[in-house]
């Protein structure tokens, strides 16, 4: 370039006299900037002069494509070199640039909240896309916070979120990666509820306790007489038997409140006592009472304490005639209230009683009770069975004969008070407990269940257990199959255990090892359809098997038993015994290797 500024673009000719001055002269380097997406696809390539800025109308264009849009993320512009440059102040350097497209992760808003009569919610939690929701959950104390006033008596239940319920445990497991806003209803349960008491007249409020669902039931005191109904009839009073729900459920120490979430009602119950309303005769002894027959006409009645006879007062320690066969009379379709005074319920009191409620008072005493044989039975006839539906025994429980429900056809559930040392009940299935060891003692007829597996505990299934089970009053789903689990402590099966139980087509004691099958035990078992199995642990021989065990159990298909270690068999062990059963006098005599010294003639006529 010379002085005047002229850019010379090609030889000089000519040259002039004088001295002429030439200048170098540059342009400024122009580099490319090529733009690309998050995946490395070339989106645009722009050309800027070095040291320049990258001017916005041309940047518009670029950031407008829709090929920058990226789900869950947020555009934040280019990044250099893996660093991320403010694009509005970056100087183009000597050299061709690559910027690629730089996002940040979506961030989401997440809104748990309660209806209490209003809805309330929670601090909002802030959640980048991919997050999990785990730990984000209210606790119960912050529901307790946020409902303020009796806050405490709500808790955590479940989850529902677009009209679906979850568990806590679903939940977590199906949202690990938030990728939305997000409304979530926590559904609350009660921990707590008003437990209203109301006396004799179903209106007055006895006391209102506020009781905690996770700790044990306390039961205010027992109200007085002047909570109770009132009378005009000379002699006649009331005695407090307990509290029941609005629906006539039995509200007590064992009472199930999990499933319940709103403030209740309970009422109190009571007895009419008039002990000139019984009639009564005495003892063995000459000085105790027994109850034989109610007068009255009441609905709830309570048997003495004692009882006129002639023109003497006797203790009443008795109920039904403990010499004769014969039921209480004149109770059928009463409510019953048996106090503690009562120390033996005489065998068939409450025989083939129909719609006939007896209720223990469950008060600390030091009287036993024992319940004798048939004593909430029925008959056997097809036509002509009753009986009691259920009932709860007394803590003081001592002793109840193996047939104290025989073939009571309508019984659907036996519970056992809380704190009772001799039996217990699981499930509405009755289990005596004898020095340690646990027996199934006796299987309610009506008891909804298609298939019963025996707790591990239990090391002996009772005489009579499931004696003359028939199965025809369970509401939906009659025992067809009785089993044990794999840790199963099961030895001895006792007498006339399964005896007539022909509603059964499975019992599976696979998993037992068997020392005894008592007397009678499966005589006469088994369904006439299904399967018809019987099956003993193929690796563990039986020692013992009791008079007529099998007998007559014609309709088994199938039975699997090992008895290489048999050391007693009785008379008419497997007599009338049907099904491909795998034993028979000679193998028994090959394989026990002198053992079993005696095989009766009839063991497998």
């Given at each position: 370039i010379i002085e005047k500024g002229t850019i010379l673009n090609k030889d000089i000719q000519g040259v002039r006299s004088g001295t002429i001055v030439l200048y170098a002269v540059y342009e400024v380097k122009k580099f490319n900037v090529n733009f690309y997406t998050y995946d490395n696809t070339l989106l645009s390539t722009l050309t800027c002069d070095y040291n320049s800025l990258i001017q916005q109308d041309d940047l518009n264009?670029?950031?407008?494509?829709?090929?920058?849009?990226?789900?869950?993320?947020?555009?934040?512009?280019?990044?250099?070199?893996?660093?991320?440059?403010?694009?509005?102040?970056?100087?183009?350097?000597?050299?061709?640039?690559?910027?690629?497209?730089?996002?940040?992760?979506?961030?989401?808003?997440i809104n748990y909240f309660i209806n209490v009569g209003e809805t309330k919610y929670f601090d909002t939690i802030i959640k980048e896309y991919g997050d999990s929701l785990l730990g984000t959950i209210p606790t119960d104390a912050q529901i307790a916070t946020l409902i303020g006033e009796n806050g405490d008596s709500f808790g955590f239940d479940k989850l529902k979120y677009n009209d679906t319920i979850y568990d806590k445990e679903t939940f977590e497991r199906t949202f690990v990666s938030v990728d939305k806003d997000m409304e979530i209803e926590v559904i609350l349960k009660r921990t707590k509820?008003?437990?209203?008491?109301?006396?004799?007249?179903?209106?007055?409020?006895?006391?209102?306790?506020?009781?905690?669902?996770?700790?044990?039931?306390?039961?205010?005191?027992?109200?007085?007489?002047?909570?109770?109904?009132?009378?005009?009839?000379?002699?006649?009073?009331?005695?407090?038997?307990?509290?029941?729900?609005?629906?006539?459920?039995?509200?007590?120490?064992d009472f199930d409140l999990s499933g319940i979430d709103t403030d209740f009602n309970v009422y109190s119950e009571w007895f009419e006592y008039n002990h000139s309303k019984w009639r009564a005769s005495l003892n063995s002894d000459g000085v105790t009472a027994h109850i034989l027959e109610y007068l009255g006409d009441y609905n709830n009645v309570c048997v003495p304490t004692q009882v006129l006879i002639g023109s003497n007062l006797y203790n009443v320690t008795t109920v039904g005639n403990p010499n004769f066969a014969n039921p209480v009379q004149n109770v059928t379709g009463r409510k019953v209230l048996i106090k503690s005074n009562i120390t033996v319920i005489a065998y068939y009191a409450f025989f083939n009683l129909e719609n006939t409620s007896v209720i223990f008072d469950n008060?600390?005493?030091?009287?036993?009770?024992?319940?004798?044989?048939?004593?909430?039975?029925?008959?056997?006839?097809?036509?002509?069975?009753?009986?009691?539906?259920?009932?709860?025994?007394?803590?003081?429980?001592?002793?109840?004969?193996?047939?104290?429900?025989?073939?009571?056809?309508?019984?659907?559930?036996?519970?056992?008070?809380?704190?009772?040392?001799?039996?217990?009940?699981?499930?509405?299935?009755?289990?005596?407990?004898?020095?340690?060891?646990?027996?199934?003692?006796?299987y309610p007829h009506a008891r909804d269940a298609e298939e019963f597996v025996l707790p591990s505990d239990v090391t002996k299934i009772g005489d009579k257990a499931f004696y003359y089970f028939k199965g025809t009053n369970a509401t939906v789903s009659p025992l067809r199959v009785v089993k044990t689990s794999e840790s199963t402590a099961l030895r001895t099966i006792g007498e006339e255990a399964f005896k007539d139980a022909t509603n059964l087509t499975k019992v599976d004691f696979s998993t037992a090892q068997i020392h005894t099958v008592g007397v009678s035990a499966f005589e006469n078992c088994f369904s006439t359809s299904g399967t018809r199995e019987l099956l003993f642990n193929p690796n563990y021989s039986i020692v013992?098997?009791?008079?007529?065990?099998?007998?007559?159990?014609?309709?088994?298909?199938?039975?699997?038993?090992?008895?290489?270690?048999?050391?007693?068999?009785?008379?008419?062990?497997?007599?009338?015994?049907?099904?491909?059963?795998?034993?028979?006098?000679?193998?028994?005599?090959?394989?026990?290797?002198?053992?079993?010294?005696?095989?009766?003639?009839?063991?497998?006529?």
């Open positions: 264009p670029i950031e407008a494509d829709a090929t920058l849009t990226r789900a869950h993320y947020v555009f934040v512009g280019g990044s250099y070199n893996g660093e991320l440059i403010d694009i509005n102040t970056f100087n183009i350097p000597a050299e061709n640039v690559d910027l690629v497209a730089t996002y940040k992760k979506s961030q989401y808003s509820l008003f437990i209203n008491y109301i006396a004799g007249d179903g209106v007055t409020l006895y006391k209102s306790v506020l009781l905690d669902k996770n700790a044990p039931i306390v039961l205010p005191s027992n109200p007085t007489s002047e909570y109770a109904p009132t009378t005009s009839e000379t002699g006649t009073s009331y005695e407090f038997g307990g509290w029941v729900t609005a629906s006539g459920e039995t509200f007590d120490e008060s600390e005493s030091e009287n036993g009770l024992s319940i004798g044989e048939m004593a909430f039975g029925s008959l056997t006839s097809s036509n002509t069975q009753k009986s009691i539906k259920s009932i709860k025994l007394p803590k003081r429980t001592n002793a109840v004969h193996s047939l104290a429900f025989g073939s009571a056809i309508s019984l659907e559930r036996i519970d056992v008070a809380s704190g009772c040392a001799n039996y217990k009940s699981v499930d509405g299935v009755l289990y005596e407990i004898k020095n340690n060891e646990v027996t199934l003692h006796t013992q098997i009791g008079a007529k065990a099998f007998y007559n159990s014609s309709y088994v298909n199938r039975i699997s038993i090992n008895i290489s270690n048999l050391q007693q068999i009785g008379e008419s062990a497997f007599m009338n015994f049907a099904g491909s059963v795998a034993v028979n006098e000679a193998n028994l005599s090959a394989t026990l290797g002198g053992e079993l010294t005696s095989i009766p003639e009839s063991a497998f006529k």
